[in-house]
């Protein structure tokens, strides 16, 4: 049973990667064709991340109401219905509209899932889900790539990532009998996590060590999504490529996202979850360096992989500590705020990277990377000596 309920999360995992780096992918001609600055990508990105963040805060409570299965399922189903509105979106104002319901979406099956593994599983399957959004965040992009290459439009790219999502929908409504038999077989201590009270936003924060985990979080999401949202755009106006050409490169950032998962859930098996963090900066770091280094277009390709790469086990990481540092009752909670400062840090500092890229230039993309790298290496390590006292 835990094994095939495991699949079904795998697949939600997917779902949760195959929209987020379509925008990125698809914005270089989106934004012509719509009529608007370059930098109106991070409006779009705002919104999305301003909806993550509600349905974040509220995960706790929703999911100790519902159960995890249920968030999950009515989750993705508002996430297809959003991208389908995506589809037929002619104009900046419809974009923005959508993007309600795809960030009101996102969130609950975010903070739910990850809470859900990290209580009842081990710390690879957490790197491995996470993989799993890799495949999604990394086909994505090979998709839109696909319809922009054959002459589709970005709405046809958009409208078969759709389709998918009601597949997943119907795979998890299915699903829900094994969510609840879950539910009647885990232990004590976990039903003590499902049972206890929903915690306020200001009580998490009171908890120790809490604020510097959230800072690392976000940190970490900030500059995942620069990348991801902004490395397409880099590649076109800094390095002079097509758009289907970089929509195609931007795709293997996502794929040293999943490649580096995949490994990553085999590396926890040995190295404690602070240690595997700390590799993944060391990797980012040489990364970051290469898109600095001035050449031909084979180095910022590479530095996006290696960027992707070092941003792998980082997420995962950090989520799976999680019951283990605040206790399986508070962990929903603290999850839940996590996925919100997450979401802070991709509503605000993406599109501050648009407004410098069009007020200074795309150029400054690799130093903004490195500023958020650094913020986050010197969090973990002010989180881990605390924990050390």
Avoid at 88 to 106: H, K, M, N, Q, T
Avoid at 183 to 190: A, K, T
Avoid at 231 to 245: C, E, F, I, K, T
Avoid at 335 to 356: D, E, T
Wanted: aromatic letters at 12%; hydrophobic letters at 50%; one cysteine or more.
């Amino acid at each position: 049973m835990m094994s095939l309920l495991l699949a079904v999360i795998y697949l939600s995992f997917i779902s949760l990667g195959l929209p987020d780096s379509l925008l990125g992918s698809a914005w270089p001609l989106m934004y012509q064709e719509l009529q608007v600055p370059v930098s109106y990508a991070g409006v779009v990105s705002m919104i999305i991340s301003a909806g993550t963040i509600f349905s974040s805060l509220q995960s706790d409570r929703l999911t100790k109401k519902f159960g995890p299965g249920a968030v999950t399922a009515a989750s993705v189903a508002m996430t297809a219905a959003a991208l389908f509105g995506f589809s037929i979106s002619r104009s900046f104002g419809l974009l923005c509209f959508w993007a309600v319901p795809y960030g009101l979406g996102a969130g609950s099956v975010d903070a739910a899932l990850n809470n859900f593994v990290a209580l009842h599983y081990s710390s690879r399957h957490m790197s491995w889900l996470h993989c799993m959004w890799g495949v999604g965040a990394t086909v994505g992009p090979y998709i839109m790539g696909y319809a922009l290459s054959g002459g589709l439009g970005w709405q046809s790219g958009y409208r078969v990532i759709g389709l998918i999502q009601i597949g997943l929908t119907a795979v998890l409504i299915f699903s829900l009998p094994l969510w609840k038999k879950m539910g009647r077989s885990i232990s004590l201590s976990r039903q003590m996590a499902v049972d206890s009270l929903p915690l306020s936003p200001r009580q998490v924060l009171r908890l120790p060590g809490a604020r510097e985990a959230f800072g690392c979080f976000f940190a970490y999401c900030a500059l995942e999504q620069t990348a991801g949202l902004w490395g397409s755009s880099y590649l076109v106006l800094h390095g002079n490529m097509s758009a289907d050409r970089a929509a195609g490169f931007a795709a293997l950032f996502y794929l040293g996202i999943t490649v580096g998962r995949a490994l990553n859930g085999f590396l926890a098996i040995r190295y404690e979850d602070d240690t595997l963090i700390r590799m993944g900066e060391g990797i980012l770091a040489v990364g970051v360096l290469l898109l600095l280094i001035p050449g031909g277009m084979w180095l910022p390709v590479a530095g996006l992989i290696l960027v992707g790469l070092g941003c792998a086990p980082i997420y995962p990481s950090i989520v799976h500590s999680t019951p283990r540092h605040f206790g399986p009752e508070n962990s929903q909670a603290v999850i839940g705020v996590q996925m919100a400062c997450a979401y802070i840090g991709s509503l605000l500092m993406p599109p501050l990277f648009g407004l410098l890229a069009n007020h200074i230039g795309v150029f400054l993309f690799p130093y903004y990377l490195l500023v958020l790298l650094v913020f986050m290496a010197m969090l973990h390590k002010k989180l881990c000596g605390r924990e050390a006292k």
